[in-house]
């Protein structure tokens, strides 16, 4: 007679805990990464912009923003270009009629920060590293989730970083995102190409 082991039914539970957490965590992978299939399947390389605009609207989703980066309850989003817009329609295409979070969403452009009204995030979209590093060390102390592509974004200052090749990849610099009361998701960092946590930077 065999007899019955009594570790089995937590090991099955175990397994069948761990098949979800990937089952979340390629749900998630999916929700960032499909829209760079929309319109045609176009790639990712063939429209970043688009791909960019979709990770974007899921920072919505995906960060926590503390409550006084809003007026009240039922203000806007507000999603900021500072500097030469490299979206053109993607922006209004990806948002358009959407409610995030409860809120609606407005999209606003400026060549300065002083031309934008208080905004959730920032696309830094200067080429000029100075003046990156002048506008990054002037929203420091704001909750403003900063976003950009440029190669030392990061280490600029700036919270998330866009990286272009033959898909998108993020990274994150949860230091800085710590530092003005922003949460950013464990499953987002999870995705993350980079993560910059207590001054080291963690590779996937």
């Known amino acids: 007679m065999s007899r019955l082991n009594p570790w089995k039914p937590l090991t099955e539970m175990r397994l069948r805990v761990r098949r979800l957490q990937w089952a979340g965590l390629f749900g998630l992978l999916l929700l960032f990464c499909l829209p760079s299939l929309a319109a045609g399947q176009e790639s990712a390389i063939a429209n970043p ?40 329609r993607n922006l209004e295409e990806t948002f358009e009629g959407r409610i995030e979070q409860n809120r609606p969403v407005e999209i606003f452009r400026a060549d300065t920060l002083a031309e934008l009204p208080p905004c959730q995030i920032v696309f830094v979209a200067y080429k000029i590293s100075a003046n990156r ?7 420091q102390n704001r909750p403003v989730l900063t976003v950009g592509d440029a190669a030392e974004f990061l280490q600029e200052g700036g919270i998330i970083r866009f990286d272009v090749s033959d898909h998108v990849e993020i990274s994150v610099n949860l230091d800085r995102a710590r530092s003005v009361f922003l949460t950013i998701q464990t ?16 590779r996937r």
């Open 49 to 88: 912009r688009k791909v960019e605009a979709a990770f974007l609207r899921n920072f919505t989703k995906y960060v926590t923003w503390p409550a006084h980066a809003f007026p009240d309850d039922r203000s806007p989003w507000h999603i900021c270009v500072l500097g030469s817009d490299p979206f053109g």
């Open 187 to 202: 499953k987002m960092l999870e995705i993350s190409r980079e993560v910059v946590t207590n001054g080291a930077v963690r």
């Open 133 to 139: 590093r002048a506008a990054l060390a002037e929203l």
